[in-house]
Nanobody, 126 residues
Framework: QLRLVESGGGLVQAGGSLRLSCAAS????????RGWFRQAPGKEREFVSA???????YYADSVKGRFTISRDNAKNTEYLEMNSLKPEDTAVYYC????????????????????WGQGTQVTVSS
């Protein structure tokens, strides 16, 4: 059974950094997209970043230049390096995955993903 498990969240001061990890187990797909979404209290879940089956990476405008997504195929793990954190980055962060070689902007949409982690809390204090 496929599972995604996030780690690396925590409390950090504004301007600080965190690195989130998302480890996949039971993974048998050769082509897939991995993404990160976040949900702040009282807000809808929003796209943060994705790394596609092709290796292309995409970011929300709000995190561009501050966050970096990467993956280690040998470990079936994706990472989200978050720098220059702001209080507005406070949210529960979820990793997600969808298999296949899709095209278009599917990676922006949470309902396009088949698998989700349990979430990890990131809190940025001012």
């Amino acid at each position: 059974q496929l599972r995604l498990v996030e780690s690396g969240g925590g409390l950090v001061q504004a301007g600080g950094s965190l690195r989130l990890s998302c480890a996949a187990s039971g993974w048998t797909f050769s082509s897939y997209t991995r993404g990160w979404f976040r949900q702040a209290p009282g807000k809808e879940r929003e796209f943060v970043s994705a790394i596609l089956w092709s290796g292309s990476t995409y970011y929300a405008d709000s995190v561009k230049g501050r966050f970096t997504i990467s993956r280690d195929n040998a470990k079936n793990t994706e990472y989200l390096e978050m720098n220059s954190l702001k209080p507005e980055d406070t949210a529960v962060y979820y990793c997600a995955a969808v298999r296949g070689t899709r095209t278009g902007s599917y990676y922006l949409l949470d309902y396009e993903y088949d698998y989700w982690g349990q979430g990890t809390q990131v809190t940025v204090s001012s």
